[in-house]
Nanobody, 116 residues
Framework: DVQLVESGGGSVQAGGSLRLSCPVT????MAWFRQGAGEEREGVAA???????TYAYSVAARFTISKDNVKNTLYLQMNSLQPEDSAMYYCAADSINMQLARDYSHWGQGTQVTVS
C-alpha cells in the first residue's frame, strides 16, 4: 500500500509561516487537505503532473503548493497563517485528475498545524 507521510506541522503565532512536506512520486494529482476540529475535511491546494495548480479561495493569496521532481516531494508553503488555519493537514495523491475532489485514493496520516 502507498505510504504518504507528512511533516512540517507545528505551532506558530498568527502571521507566521510553515512549510509542509510530503514525499510522493508517480501520481497525476497531488493535493493538500485540512480538517479542523469538528469540521469536514476540505481541499486546500492541488497540483497536477504538469504543474497546474488549484487553490481554495480562502488560502489562494497566502499558500503555495509545489512539487520538487528531483526530491520527489510535495510542499505546501503557508504564509500569513491565521488561527482559522489551525487543522490537521493531509497529503493526498491519485493517478487521475482530481484537483480538490475529496475522494483521492491515497492519503497520509496528517500533520497538525496550530496557529495562535
Amino acid at each position: 500500500d502507498v505510504q504518504l507521510v507528512e511533516s512540517g506541522g507545528g505551532s506558530v503565532q498568527a502571521g507566521g509561516s510553515l512549510r509542509l512536506s510530503c514525499p510522493v512520486t508517480g501520481y497525476y494529482s497531488m493535493a493538500w487537505f485540512r480538517q479542523g476540529a469538528g469540521e469536514e475535511r476540505e481541499g486546500v491546494a492541488a497540483i497536477d503532473n504538469g504543474g497546474s495548480t488549484t487553490y481554495a479561495y480562502s488560502v489562494a493569496a497566502r499558500f503555495t503548493i509545489s512539487k520538487d521532481n528531483v526530491k520527489n516531494t510535495l510542499y505546501l508553503q503557508m504564509n500569513s497563517l491565521q488561527p482559522e488555519d489551525s487543522a490537521m493537514y493531509y497529503c493526498a495523491a491519485d493517478s487521475i485528475n482530481m484537483q480538490l475532489a475529496r475522494d483521492y485514493s491515497h492519503w497520509g496520516q496528517g500533520t497538525q498545524v496550530t496557529v495562535s
